[in-house]
């Protein structure tokens, strides 16, 4: 069975900063992975998806690695902002019609 | 707008009163599904479905249920709540053609 590890689960940076999220998961046979974003009391918006095939996705300040072979991702954001705050969620898709999710990571970017 | 839209937002009900949480999309998606998000456990998929009439268990079916009678609509039926199945809850979906899910804006279910 699937499972997925987000660390650190909570972080907290000054403005500015560049800062990696990281994202694990133990079966490698994915079919892609998604990054989200969560704001407090809503839903979630989709960030960037990786397909299995692809190394790496680019959003704005937004960069997503994917290394399969070794089952993990990492989040980039440059020069993160207080807007940045929140948390961000990785999900793998295995089969096609069930995503797992991480943990989750709660990004707090002060002024 | 394209979106998900889920209701209600919020409910209190108690123990054993059937509730049902509506969830459409306007985006004539074939994939729709259902997540439950709890503290420490992230979310859980309950349900979901490829097409009308095709649903599927997903993690954590046990409790639920689902109805996918038109493409738009697939709402969660919970015909006996009990205080465990205290949760957020968020509906999602997607293209047949495409991996990406968009997700509703939550709804948040208290049992009593």
């Known amino acids: 069975k699937q499972e997925v590890t987000q660390i650190p689960a909570a972080l907290s940076v000054p403005e500015g900063e560049n800062l990696v999220l990281n994202c694990s998961f133990t079966?490698?046979?994915?079919?892609?992975l998604q990054w989200f974003r969560q704001d407090p009391g809503k839903g979630l918006t989709s960030l960037l998806l990786?397909?299995?095939?692809?190394r790496e996705q680019t959003s704005g300040r937004l960069n997503a690695s994917l290394d399969k072979s070794s089952g993990r991702s990492t989040l980039y954001i440059a020069a993160s902002q207080p807007g940045d705050s929140a948390t961000y969620l990785c999900?793998?898709?295995?089969?096609?019609?069930?995503?797992?999710f991480g943990g989750g990571t709660r990004l707090m970017v002060k002024p | 707008e394209a979106q998900v839209t889920q209701n209600p937002r919020y409910l209190i009900t108690v123990t054993g009163k059937k509730l049902t949480v509506t969830c459409s999309q306007n985006?004539?998606?074939?994939?729709m599904s259902w997540y439950r998000q709890d503290p420490g456990l992230g979310l859980r998929q309950i349900y979901y479905?490829?097409?009308?009439?095709?649903?599927d268990k997903g993690d954590v079916p046990e409790g639920y249920k689902v109805s996918r009678k038109e493409k738009r609509n697939f709402p969660l039926i919970l015909e006996s709540p009990s205080p465990n199945q205290t949760s957020l809850y968020f509906c999602?979906?997607?293209?047949?053609?495409?991996?990406?899910?968009?997700f509703g804006p939550g709804t948040r279910l208290t049992v009593l």
């Open positions: 999602a979906s997607r293209p047949s053609g495409s991996n990406e899910q968009f």
């Open positions: 079966d490698s046979a994915i079919y892609n």
């Open positions: 990786i397909q299995s095939s692809q």
């Open positions: 999900a793998v898709n295995n089969a096609g019609n069930m995503l797992t």
């Open positions: 985006m004539n998606h074939e994939y």
């Open positions: 479905s490829m097409n009308v009439e095709v649903t």
